[in-house]
């Protein structure tokens, strides 16, 4: 089984700054990475797809990077809505379809 | 419109059975792989089950896959003629409390898979 690793758990950051997130596989998944957005009380939002690919309607702000083992989520310019926990999960090798333990990005 | 929504969840003893179901319209359910994920109170998100579409994953429909932690214990299943996914889930743990999620997978022009939609979940609680 993959295990996918997320850093760091929490990311405190100030609206309008640069959030990075990463997402470290256990072994290559190439691109087969996707990003999701969980605000609470809600169901998990896809983001990112192919590792670097943006989901229909999703801003330009939200980025993402990498193949194999590394991976990178990044929102340019953080806005009020951005606050959430952001999951990565793998579909390179499954079952199971792992997710990383999530990143909470906070309010500085 | 195109959602999922699913039902069933409640509050089960120890060692009970439990059937969930995931409602979907605004698509052609049976071509698509779909998938039930869960999330345990204030913890992260765990995929549980899948089961191929008629054209998904394995390239032909009803192929099912299961966590370590499910496998033998829970049963995902489909009816295409009413466009609607299960999780028929026995010998129930308190380990296994938690929202369950239903999501549909899709594939990229360039191969790549992912759960394009998914449904707001139902909770399950395993409790004497």
């Known amino acids: 089984e993959i295990v996918m690793t997320q850093s760091p758990a929490t990311l405190s950051v100030s609206p309008g700054e640069r959030a990075t997130l990463s997402c470290r596989a256990s072994?290559?998944?190439?691109?087969?990475l996707a990003w999701y957005q969980q605000k609470p009380g809600q169901a998990p939002r896809l983001l990112i797809y192919g590792a670097s690919t943006r989901a229909t309607g999703i801003p330009a702000r939200f980025s993402g990077s990498g193949s194999g083992t590394e991976f990178t989520l990044t929102i340019s310019s953080l806005q009020s809505d951005d606050f959430a926990v952001y999951y990565c999960?793998?579909?390179?090798?499954?079952?199971?379809?792992?997710f990383g333990q999530g990143t909470k990005l906070e309010i500085k | 419109e195109v959602q999922v929504v699913e039902s069933g969840g409640g509050l089960v003893q120890p060692g009970g059975s439990l059937r969930l179901s995931c409602a979907a319209s605004?698509?052609?359910?049976?071509?698509?792989?779909m998938s039930w994920v869960r999330q345990a109170p204030g913890k992260g998100l765990e995929w549980v089950s899948g089961i191929s579409g008629s054209g998904g994953i394995s390239g032909s429909g009803g192929s099912t896959y299961y966590a370590d932690s499910v496998k033998g214990r829970f049963t995902i299943s489909r009816d295409n003629s009413k466009n609607t996914l299960y999780l028929q889930m026995n010998s129930m743990r308190a380990d296994d409390t938690a929202v369950y999620y239903c999501a549909k997978y899709a594939r990229a022009v360039a191969g790549n898979w992912y759960f394009d939609l998914w449904g707001r979940g139902t909770l399950v609680t395993v409790s004497s």
């Open positions: 999960q793998q579909f390179n090798n499954w079952p199971p379809n792992t």
């Open positions: 605004g698509f052609t359910f049976s071509g698509y792989a």
């Open positions: 072994q290559s998944v190439s691109s087969d």
